[in-house]
């Protein structure tokens, strides 16, 4: 993905809000010519009150030349001087001066205004999108990158895109503007001086194009340096417990601190160089600047091709030429970390989405008959997880699945949430490929309970709820109540409406589990996944959770990963698999 290719993304991004864009155009130019006029009234008004220049008395006949622009000025000032006086010529000068100088502000802060909204949505549309797409991308993604390196992408290069937006819209609909009004205005004043000045520009645009090629290369060193730093935190705050078991904080400290101190040396790196350009973009531009003085002053003393007074307009323009052009050299600079942070976003909005839900997907919204597994194989990455697997599970069924590590049970779970899609074979609901459905629909099915209880640092009515909306008190209870969960919950603080600490830390596991059985429970789904849901818990909370998983099993098909007895005692069919493939199955 090079350069070129970012923007065409992200102008899909901003075309909602071009509306914008329009008015950020024409606020521009409205700067760009009222700074002109301000700046271009200096030397004729200078000249004249001050005999610098001839006064005029007869009209001339206006023209674009830098002559007839300075004679014209001067005609007016001169009959204002001869009227009313020097001292209220100077009023009057001072007095259009300021206004000129207030509309060029002020259309300079309407610019800004419009393109501050038109920055900010356009980069919550890449930020929403972003994070879609972060929930609907394969588990087999996640396997592949980690979670700190996302939550960089997330917020630290979402911050450089959209510090990239500002400066290239600036730019584009500023900077190059002003740049463009103010060239052809020097073109008008001295043809030849301009084609001089022009020599500095790509002496500039060659030692800038050097110091970016090194910004660039160290901004990719430096946001994957940050994503490391991300993944540190993540990985110590989830495995703290690990870290301290194990005595290592002395380690983790100083591989953190190894890590640190390398992204603090790039970043010292990078911004050095931004910084280089504007000093050296100045230090030529002055050299330039001296070097069209003495040129000018070469033409008026022995050519007479140019006038005082043009020269005079003319190191003013080129003068007010030289901020908005350092601010294109340094805001290059900040384009090229931008660009470094955009491609790698996009890495993740224009990642292959393996489980794509169809056109004309169907609606599901019960379990009517059966599950089959129709010669069903799965390979991740090359490596065969399932082979041939030939499996009826019909409505009302409690079917265990038990095996040795690694023999298939999870993938099998997988497939049926449709997290992967089988590399071979069918997998039917109701007699339909279950890929033919709505995937939210399919996942409805299912209530799931796993070894793994994820809760949300919020109420443990919220956990429960867990995005189910429009569910009362009632329902949420009575949820509760199946699964056990109810008594202790209301012995806590605050009853249901007490906050769970993050990842649910003032819970013990079993009261976790119980939870997550409610959450499972909650909108009475016609299909129970548990998989491996009382192997983390001692013998008293197993009994617990099994007391309550016996309760919600009632009247639903069930599919049970488990190793414990107790766990399957009670299934109607025992599935073993081993090294993915059904090597015995029993009745109970």
């Known amino acids: 993905m090079n350069n070129k290719s970012i923007y065409p993304r992200l102008f899909r991004f901003a075309r909602p809000h071009l509306h914008y864009l329009v008015r950020v155009f024409g606020c521009n130019v409205l700067y760009a010519v009222f700074s002109l006029f301000t700046v271009g009234m200096i030397a004729p008004f200078v000249g004249v009150l001050f005999g610098a220049l001839e006064p005029v008395y007869v009209r001339p006949q206006f023209s ?5 622009i300075v004679d014209t000025l001067s005609y007016y000032i001169t009959l204002f001087n001869g009227e009313y006086g020097m001292f209220s010529a100077l009023l009057f000068v ?4 300021l206004v000129c100088s207030f509309l060029s502000n002020l259309f300079r802060f309407l610019g800004l205004y419009y393109l501050t909204p038109l920055n900010a949505c356009t980069a919550r549309d890449i930020r929403n ?11 087999s993604f996640y396997s592949r990158n980690k979670s700190g390196d996302i939550i960089t992408r997330f917020n630290a290069d979402m911050t450089e895109i959209e510090s990239l937006i500002r400066n290239t819209i600036d730019i584009i609909l500023r900077q190059s503007i002003v740049i463009l009004v103010f060239l052809v205005t020097l073109l008008i004043i001295s043809p030849q001086l301009t084609l001089l000045s022009l020599i500095i520009f790509p002496v500039v645009t060659y030692f800038t194009g050097r110091i970016v090629k090194s910004i660039r290369k160290k901004a990719k060193l430096g946001q994957a340096e940050l994503s490391g ?4 935190y993540e990985e110590s705050i989830s495995g ?7 005595g290592t904080i002395d380690f983790f400290k100083s591989k953190f601190e190894g890590r640190n101190r390398k992204y603090t040396h790039l970043t010292n790196s990078i911004v050095r160089l931004m910084e280089l350009t504007a000093p050296l973009g100045e230090v030529l531009i002055s050299a330039s600047l001296m070097v069209l003085v003495l040129a000018g002053s070469i033409f008026i003393l022995n050519k007479g091709t140019l006038a005082p007074s043009s020269l005079i307009l003319f190191v003013v323009v080129f003068a007010r030429l030289v901020p908005p052009f350092q601010t294109v050299i340094k805001s290059y600079s900040y384009i090229q970390r931008g660009l470094v942070s955009a491609r790698r976003v996009f890495e993740i909005l224009e990642s292959e989405e393996k489980i794509i839900e169809k056109e004309n997907a169907v609606p599901i919204k019960d379990f009517q008959s059966n599950i089959l597994f129709k010669n069903v194989s799965f390979a991740y990455e090359q490596e065969n997880v399932l082979h041939d697997i030939c499996l009826e599970i019909k409505k009302g069924e409690t079917i265990a699945l038990i095996g040795n590590s690694g023999g298939g049970k999870s993938t099998v779970i997988n497939l049926l949430l449709r997290f992967y899609d089988a590399t071979q074979g069918e997998l039917l609901i109701d007699g339909k490929n279950i890929q033919d459905y709505v995937i ?3 996942r409805t099915l299912y209530g799931v309970v796993s070894q793994d ?11 429960i709820c867990f995005g189910k909306e429009n569910m009362t008190a009632e329902q949420v209870t009575e949820a509760a109540k199946i699964a056990n969960a109810h008594d202790f919950i209301m012995k806590m603080p605050d009853g249901y409406q007490t906050l769970v600490g993050d990842r649910g830390m003032t819970l013990s596991g079993g009261e976790k589990q119980r939870i997550s059985i409610a959450r499972a429970v909650l909108g009475n789904p016609p299909i129970l996944l548990l998989d491996e849901a009382t192997s983390a818990l001692d013998n008293q909370s197993e009994q617990i959770v099994q007391q309550a998983l016996n309760n919600i099993m009632q009247n639903r098909t069930s599919i049970i990963i488990a190793h414990r007895l107790s766990t399957i005692q009670n299934a109607d069919r025992i599935i073993v ?3 993915g493939k059904i090597v015995e199955e029993r009745f109970s």
């Open 453 to 463: 209880v994820l809760l949300f640092n919020d109420t443990i009515f919220n956990n």
């Open 577 to 579: 698999l081993q090294n």
């Open 229 to 232: 730093i991300a993944s540190m």
């Open 129 to 139: 999108s972003l994070f879609h797409k972060i929930l609907i991308l394969p588990l």
């Open 64 to 68: 674009l030349s830098s002559q007839g």
């Open 440 to 442: 939210s629909d399919v």
């Open 240 to 246: 703290l417990r690990v870290i301290k078991s194990f």
């Open 94 to 97: 001072s007095g259009v001066f």
